[in-house]
């Protein structure tokens, strides 16, 4: 029985309570889930910027959202958040901002992305792989980056001129990287390990093509 077989593979995904009770069950999603912090924390130290606050990293929340439902994604991004912010590479003080701009929105973007796709397209191997991995990943990291932009303009930390020349002219360079790396890593767990991926129902999206 693979990893994910109590849930069904995208009914569950509104009911949180469902994946709750898979990771106390299943001692293998609870390794899958720890290795994946540790990978985004080693991830996310990989970083450019010129500015406080203004730096460009890869986010992996598509590969998470993807792989554990917008739910366990969510906390696995918060808990690195925070791990990151203890290790002094985030603010104390820029914390929730980081929590809502660099975790939450990009995980409920590339779920909502991931729900057009089903609801609007037929179920196919690579619809899955180049919207939902490969384009959800870009406009994920996209809007992310913007709203985390809006935020410092609106607040008054920084002037837009700086803001966009710092660093928002330099996202469409990233959201290109962003969405190879998400989708390359999806396109490897869909062929050799699909029970890995809560979203991805091998029979509808393989077998029964």
């Given at each position: 029985m693979g990893l994910w077989d109590y849930l069904c593979p995208v009914a569950d995904l509104d009911y949180p309570a469902f994946a709750w009770t898979v990771i106390w069950r299943e001692r293998g999603i609870q390794h899958l889930l720890f290795g994946s912090m540790v990978v985004l924390v080693l991830l996310w130290?990989?970083?450019?910027?010129?500015?406080?606050?203004?730096?460009?990293?890869?986010?992996?929340?598509?590969?998470?959202?993807?792989?554990?439902?917008?739910?366990?994604?969510?906390?696995a991004g918060s808990v690195v958040m925070l791990v990151m912010t203890l290790l002094g590479v985030e603010t104390w003080s820029m914390l929730p901002v980081n929590l809502i701009c660099g975790v939450v929105i990009p995980a409920l973007v590339s779920y909502g992305i991931l729900r057009w796709v089903e609801a609007k397209l037929p179920k196919n191997f690579f619809v899955y792989m180049f919207l939902c991995a490969f384009a959800?990943?870009?406009?994920?990291?996209?809007?992310?980056?913007?709203?985390?932009?809006?935020?410092?303009?609106?607040?008054?930390?920084?002037?837009?001129?700086k803001i966009y020349h710092d660093y928002a002219?330099?996202?469409?360079?990233?959201?290109?990287?962003?969405?190879?790396?998400?989708?390359?890593?999806?396109?490897?767990?869909?062929?050799?390990?699909?029970?890995?991926?809560r979203t991805f129902d091998a029979k509808a999206y393989i077998d029964d093509q």
């Open positions: 130290q990989l970083r450019a910027g010129v500015s406080d606050y203004l730096t460009i990293y890869f986010l992996g929340l598509t590969t998470l959202t993807l792989m554990f439902g917008w739910d366990l994604a969510i906390l959800g990943a870009a406009v994920a990291v996209g809007v992310s980056g913007m709203s985390m932009a809006l935020v410092l303009w609106l607040d008054g930390i920084y002037p837009w001129s002219m330099y996202l469409p360079l990233i959201m290109m990287p962003e969405g190879l790396i998400n989708g390359i890593i999806m396109t490897g767990m869909m062929v050799f390990h699909p029970d890995w991926i």
